[in-house]
């Protein structure tokens, strides 16, 4: 049984949707179909979840909206008339969204949530409307039904554990079923989201609820690259990367698949094959515990932007019994979460994302840590980019760094900090955000051109 997710860029016309039902019909393991919100039609087009976000923002400032709501029921209209189905689908979509829109707006994020999740249920129920247009045997699944069960957080919920049981039900069930992505339902019965981008989440929860032979992840490039392609031209496709690498990868800014979706399908060991839907034949890329290590060092080079660096430096800190867990006591007061953190004897650089602290906050941090911490200074460093090289090649091979640290010198691109993942299949770089493609593609040259005499 495998579990097929489709991301919103192969959701976002009837076009699309005639090849994602072949795709499935292709394969009679294909037995869960998890489905996000339509996506882009073309580059500068808006995601129905992006619509969605802001209609539910109008509702809560009261703004009128009536034109955003009819460009979202406009979408699933678009859809559903190119595929000759009948109109009673958007009469039940627009309904949904309408009671959706009249309910209770007391909390802000979560009546958020349920708009923007709705993105995806509508979706699943077009789409199973559209395959049994077509004669399939398919349903739409409610994730509470199914018992998709989420942590209070609103934005970025997470599967709560007792989940999986539940699910491994769904093989019971006949037909194909045209499961919604991106939320679940919380014990109290709210309707919460993943983090943005999140129905690769479903997906491999899913995967691992029903004990899938395989998670297929559709998307709209024929590969994970091993650079992101709109830094670098037809960059060199990665056949097998192990689930390690391509959590490292995916966290530090390859789109293409969800970070957070890795641990599920990692945990139940089913492997995950990303692929095309516009080019379903091409064999795409393959995630597994272990791979023939045959590329070389690394594997991948990703990037992204928007952090920012708080530096402190104290005499003796090395000695300093309790100096960490203060620091980070201060962090946590203010409900901060950091990424990295590099030390040296006398000093320690906390990494974090920028767009979680505005100019007061960060006021107020760096003099409580002047203060409460005795330190000799604190500096902050704003638009930072971190460059992950990745491989788990990278443990046999001598030298990795300083190639790495050489391309950028020769490039002109200063080395802000440097760090090495315990886990030594990646190391970090952390340079200004507007040295970030040049640094990147100056990686790429060093790891993956191959030097012509
Ligand atoms: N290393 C990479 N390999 C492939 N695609 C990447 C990479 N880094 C970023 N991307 C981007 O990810 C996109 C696919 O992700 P996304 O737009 O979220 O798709 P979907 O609509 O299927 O969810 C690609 O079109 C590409 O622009
Ligand atoms: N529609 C949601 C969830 C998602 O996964 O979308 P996509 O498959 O288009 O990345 C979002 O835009 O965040």
């Given at each position: 049984m495998?579990?097929?997710?489709?991301?919103?860029?192969?959701?976002?016309?009837?076009?699309?949707?005639?090849?994602?039902?072949?795709?499935?019909?292709?394969?009679?393991?294909?037995?869960?179909?998890?489905?996000?919100?339509?996506?882009?039609?073309?580059?500068?087009?808006?995601k129905v979840t992006d619509l969605l976000i802001s209609l539910a923002q109008c509702h809560l400032t009261g703004e009128n909206a009536d034109e955003l709501f009819q460009t979202v029921v406009e979408r699933y209209k678009g859809i559903a008339e190119e595929l000759q189905l009948s109109d009673q689908i958007i009469e039940t979509i627009k309904e949904d969204l309408e009671n959706l829109l009249k309910a209770d707006k007391s909390r802000?994020?979560?009546?958020?949530?349920?708009?923007?999740?709705?993105?995806?249920?509508?979706?699943?129920?077009?789409?199973?409307?559209?395959?049994?247009?077509?004669g399939v045997d398919a349903q739409y699944v409610n994730p509470k039904d199914a018992g998709l069960f989420v942590s209070d957080e609103p934005g970025h919920a997470q599967v709560l554990p007792e989940s999986y049981e539940q699910l491994y039900k769904l093989r019971?069930?006949?037909?194909?079923?045209?499961?919604?992505?991106?939320?679940?339902?919380t014990k109290g019965g709210d309707v919460l989201t993943f983090s943005r981008s999140g129905s690769d989440i479903t997906g491999s929860i899913l995967a691992n609820g029903i004990k899938a032979d395989l998670y297929e992840n559709f998307t709209d490039v024929d590969a994970v690259y091993s650079v992101n392609p709109n830094i670098v031209e037809n960059p060199r496709e990665i056949k097998e990367l192990t689930y390690r690498e391509m959590r490292e990868l995916?966290?530090?800014?390859?789109?293409?698949?969800?970070?957070?979706?890795?641990?599920?399908?990692?945990?139940?060991?089913?492997?995950?094959?990303?692929?095309?839907?516009?080019?379903?034949?091409?064999?795409?890329?393959?995630?597994?515990?272990?791979?023939?290590?045959?590329?070389?060092?690394?594997?991948?080079?990703?990037?992204?932007?928007?952090?920012?660096?708080?530096?402190?430096?104290?005499?003796?800190?090395?000695?300093?019994?309790?100096?960490?867990?203060?620091?980070?006591?201060?962090?946590?007061?203010?409900?901060?979460?950091?990424?990295?953190?590099?030390?040296?004897?006398?000093?320690?650089?906390l990494i974090l994302r920028q767009g979680q602290i505005d100019s007061e906050?960060?006021?107020?941090?760096?003099?409580?840590?002047?203060?409460?911490?005795?330190?000799?200074?604190?500096?902050?460093?704003?638009?930072?980019?971190?460059?992950?090289?990745?491989?788990?090649?990278?443990?046999?091979?001598?030298?990795?760094?300083?190639?790495?640290?050489?391309?950028?010198?020769?490039?002109?691109?200063?080395?802000?900090?440097?760090?090495?993942?315990?886990?030594?299949?990646?190391?970090?770089?952390?340079?200004k955000e507007v040295d970030e493609t040049r640094a990147v593609q100056a990686l790429y040259h060093e790891f993956f051109v191959p030097v012509t005499v």
């Open positions: 495998k579990v097929v997710k489709f991301g919103g860029s192969s959701l976002s016309s009837g076009e699309q949707l005639e090849k994602v039902l072949k795709i499935v019909l292709s394969d009679s393991a294909r037995k869960i179909v998890v489905v996000s919100a339509p996506g882009k039609r073309y580059s500068d087009d808006i802000p994020d979560r009546f958020i949530d349920a708009i923007k999740a709705s993105g995806e249920d509508n979706n699943a129920k077009l789409i199973a409307a559209y395959f049994q247009h077509q019971e069930r006949d037909g194909i079923l045209i499961f919604p992505g991106f939320f679940g339902y995916s966290y530090a800014g390859f789109s293409v698949f969800h970070d957070e979706a890795l641990i599920p399908a990692f945990r139940a060991g089913i492997p995950v094959n990303i692929k095309n839907t516009n080019n379903p034949s091409a064999p795409g890329t393959r995630v597994v515990n272990e791979r023939e290590n045959s590329n070389g060092p690394v594997i991948g080079i990703a990037s992204d932007k928007g952090f920012c660096s708080i530096y402190i430096s104290k005499y003796l800190m090395n000695r300093e019994i309790g100096f960490g867990r203060k620091l980070l006591e201060i962090l946590e007061d203010y409900g901060l979460s950091y990424e990295h953190i590099p030390s040296g004897i006398d000093d320690v650089t906050t960060e006021k107020q941090i760096l003099s409580q840590i002047k203060h409460d911490l005795n330190a000799d200074e604190v500096r902050v460093e704003h638009n930072l980019s971190l460059i992950m090289v990745v491989g788990e090649g990278m443990r046999h091979n001598v030298g990795t760094t300083a190639r790495a640290a050489k391309a950028l010198a020769d490039t002109g691109v200063n080395i802000e900090m440097i760090n090495q993942g315990s886990s030594e299949v990646s190391m970090m770089f952390g340079i």
